[in-house]
């Protein structure tokens, strides 16, 4: 069987890199990255420490996509070198190393691609996740705690920082809800595509008759705030219970009540943290948290988006986005893109990366679509 076409593959590469790099504007990175330089190198730079902050974390980030830009370009220079080099001997483990980086370029470069379709205003903000149970009783509370755990495996294994907020068990197994942050940059872009209703069918591992049980969860997402967001709570208009921080069962997480909850009475929107030790702590990290999600409410009804942008779900029949059957077959169908796989095993250790491409393309599609 003949190989790659190594030429040709190589040049449509190559292609796809220029054309990369014009919509990224890396000359205009590469300025901005000089300019927070010079910041950075400021001998008052900490004395305001939330502008320090950003300035260093956007200072990372462009650094972190100039430096995977650079290094995917030198992965297909190597690679025209490895694909000469194998023609030349006709060595079958060289032949058979360079289709195998081949594959694992084209990849990397269509993951790149796809990075360039995130040009909303919040795209390349951190994200805010909240899962809550549906309908299904105790099955959607399991069904909850397996979505949290995709999102976060997934982060692990892009090595991307998570942080959790709050979570609220279920009396029997599972958590009602959870809320967590997943500290990288476009990860709002990337996770916003997960917003919606997921539905889950099994044989029930609850139901003593091992009887099929239909469940649901809800997903949301939002955009961690920045610095020059302007967005004023009116700590009137908040209410604050404490209480103590409790795990699985009831167990104490701690023995001093420094669990905090807000509630914006305008909204209604109620949002928990529990992950610090301290009362203030957690206080300030709920309502980063609240911030984000009234931002997000905000910028929705000003541009008629709500659905979009903050994903108001009913965790029910008929609003469902992606179903992850387990019985009678198995498979993951993402119902708006049509992408699909056969192993949820796999999907649900955190192996999502298909699922966010293909919907990012698809948004990026109907907003197209939307526009002519």
């Known amino acids: ?3 790659p076409d190594y030429d040709a593959e190589i040049k449509q590469l190559t292609a796809t890199m220029h054309t990369i790099e014009q919509v990224l504007d890396l000359p205009a990175m590469e300025q901005e990255i000089a300019d927070l330089g010079v910041q950075v190198a400021a001998p008052d730079l900490w004395d305001d420490q939330a502008n320090a902050t950003r300035v260093t974390g956007r200072l990372s980030s462009l650094q972190g996509q100039v430096e995977r830009f650079r290094a995917l370009q030198g992965r297909i220079e190597d690679l025209a070198v490895l694909a000469e080099l194998a023609a030349e001997e006709s060595d079958a483990d060289t032949l058979a190393e360079a289709e195998t980086e081949l594959g694992k370029v084209k990849k990397a470069v269509e993951g790149l691609e796809v990075r360039t379709l995130l040009s909303g205003e919040y795209d390349e903000r951190e994200a805010i996740v909240t899962i809550r149970s549906g309908a299904g009783g105790v099955d959607a509370a399991d069904f909850a705690e397996m979505l949290m755990r995709m999102y976060t495996r997934w982060a692990e294994r892009n090595k991307y920082p998570v942080e959790v907020y709050d979570i609220s068990y279920a009396e029997e197994a599972g958590i009602k809800s959870a809320e967590f942050a997943i500290h990288a940059p476009y990860a709002y872009g990337t996770l916003s595509v997960e917003v919606g209703t997921h539905r889950l069918v099994r044989i029930s591992p609850f139901d003593n008759q ?7 969860a809800a997903v949301e997402v939002v955009p961690v705030l920045e610095q020059t967001d302007e967005i004023e709570v009116d700590e009137n208009e908040v209410r604050v219970d404490v209480f103590r921080s409790g795990g699985p069962g009831g ?5 001093t009540d420094s669990a905090v909850r807000l509630t914006h009475i305008p909204t209604g929107i109620v949002v928990s943290c529990q992950n610090e030790k301290s009362q203030l702590q957690n206080k300030a990290s709920a309502m980063v948290v609240l ?15 709500k659905k979009d942008l903050k994903g108001d779900v009913a965790a029910s029949w008929g609003d469902q986005m992606r179903n992850y059957v387990l019985n009678p077959y198995q498979i993951v169908k993402d119902l708006r893109t049509g992408y699909e796989t056969g192993n949820p095993q796999a999907t649900f250790d955190g192996e999502i990366d298909g699922f966010l491409e293909a919907g990012i393309r698809w948004r990026r599609g109907t907003e197209k679509a939307a526009d002519n």
């Open 1 to 3: 069987m003949a190989g």
């Open 210 to 216: 091992g009887r099929r049980q239909t469940s649901f």
């Open 251 to 255: 167990q104490s997480v701690n023995t």
């Open 291 to 305: 911030k984000a999600k009234l931002l997000a409410l905000k910028k929705a009804e000003e541009a008629a988006l």
